[in-house]
């Protein structure tokens, strides 16, 4: 996940209030929970200490998603009386729920928002295709190509002027696959996606996913549904998740084979808390792995006004010459120290149970910049 967009949670100091919220559901009673859902948040916010004015802040930013029609739900991060970030949210949460802390709770924010694979969805047929966009947030058309119409039917006859008409029939459908498949490459680029899902008959399929460029080889999925058939949301949501969990599984091959000291004795990864601040302390993490429900995640380390400034123990800040300390959760110390030194974050739980249990020590690793 590329964390550039929490900067501004970074520019000034806390303490945060931190929300999530599910807008998932929606019926005619919609307005009405989520106002009671609003005014619930706000109360237990208070209740953690939050002041008045940033109570009132994020009480208003949930009011105004009363009639919202977002499928999953929004992340809101407040202080000082003001809502500095309003996220949209990828999944839904398990449950709303309000933190009041030194530093905003981020960590959710890896699984609920960080793998939202962009798809193009490609409807192939004979005489062209039209592409669709989709992500969490929902669908758009991107675009058609039409290739050329006659001839495209196959006859059974044998005579010379029918093989004649079938070669015809081989070259158009050639020179069709290939404009699809131009036209699907441009549209790729243009929308960043992740994944490209063919839709169509087996031989339209196959012709132009051989017509693409080798680039996106590991980005095409095949679809088994007939031309002309919309594609189910459940279908997508498939494929998504699959990308997902074969992103996790990829990350953590990674850090295994990073974790593996070279023939001087360093390693490019490292695990567990102390390892972890001494790395962010020194710049060299490129990429955090998290794993949300890890015990390490919850565990509390000490942080400075500086993002620089962490450490497991109070006194530890004290000797960097830190004169204000406050208690944080490692995780969200660590992504804070990440998202000022540009490096990315990811969360493992969607890997194979398999992988997982190689997973870093604690539950949280980094792959570093430099041993």
């Known amino acids: 996940m590329d964390l550039a967009f929490l900067h501004p949670l970074y520019e000034h100091p806390g303490p945060w209030a931190s929300v999530y919220v599910d807008t998932s559901r929606h019926t005619e009673n919609t307005p009405h929970e989520r106002h009671l859902t609003a005014q619930a948040l706000s109360?237990?916010?208070?209740?953690?200490?939050?002041?008045?004015?940033?109570?009132?802040?994020?009480?208003?930013?949930?009011?105004?998603?009363?009639?919202?029609?977002?499928?999953?739900?929004?992340?809101?991060?407040?202080?000082?009386g003001e809502v500095v970030l309003d996220p949209p949210l990828a999944r839904a949460p398990l449950r709303d729920s309000a933190f009041w802390a030194p530093l905003p709770h981020t960590a959710p924010l890896l699984e609920l928002a960080g793998e939202d694979p962009v798809c193009v969805v490609a409807y192939v047929d004979r005489r062209g295709a039209a592409f669709e966009l989709r992500t969490a947030l929902g669908r758009q058309d991107v675009g058609s190509v039409t290739g050329r119409r006659h001839p495209v039917h196959r006859t059974s006859t044998a005579d010379w002027s029918e093989r004649h008409f079938q070669l015809k029939v081989e070259n158009t459908w050639e020179h069709n696959a290939t404009e699809i498949a131009d036209a699907l490459s441009v549209c790729q680029e243009e929308t960043r996606a992740d994944l490209l899902i063919l839709v169509g008959e087996d031989r339209e399929r196959r012709t132009v996913r051989e017509r693409l460029p080798k680039r996106l080889d590991d980005l095409v999925v095949e679809a088994p549904h007939g031309t002309g058939s919309r594609l189910l949301d459940e279908d997508v949501e498939r494929a998504r998740q699959e990308h997902v969990r074969q992103r996790a599984e990829r990350e953590l091959e990674r850090f295994l084979a990073a974790r593996e000291p070279d023939p001087e004795g360093r390693a490019g990864a490292a695990e567990g808390v102390p390892a972890l601040i001494e790395a962010a302390r020194e710049h060299r993490i490129d990429e955090l792995l998290i794993r949300p429900d890890s015990p390490d995640a919850h565990r509390e380390v000490w942080i400075g006004e500086d993002p620089d400034q962490l450490a497991v123990r109070r006194t530890d800040l004290r000797t960097l010459g830190e004169q204000n300390s406050w208690p944080a959760r490692a995780d969200d110390a660590l992504i804070r120290s990440a998202v000022v030194t540009g490096a990315a974050a990811v969360s493992v739980a969607p890997a194979a149970e398999a992988v997982k249990e190689q997973a870093p020590v604690g539950g949280l690793g980094a792959l570093l910049r430099w041993a």
């Open 43 to 80: 109360r237990e916010l208070s209740e953690l200490g939050c002041d008045q004015a940033t109570c009132r802040a994020v009480r208003n930013a949930l009011e105004e998603l009363a009639h919202s029609s977002e499928p999953h739900g929004r992340a809101i991060f407040a202080r000082a």
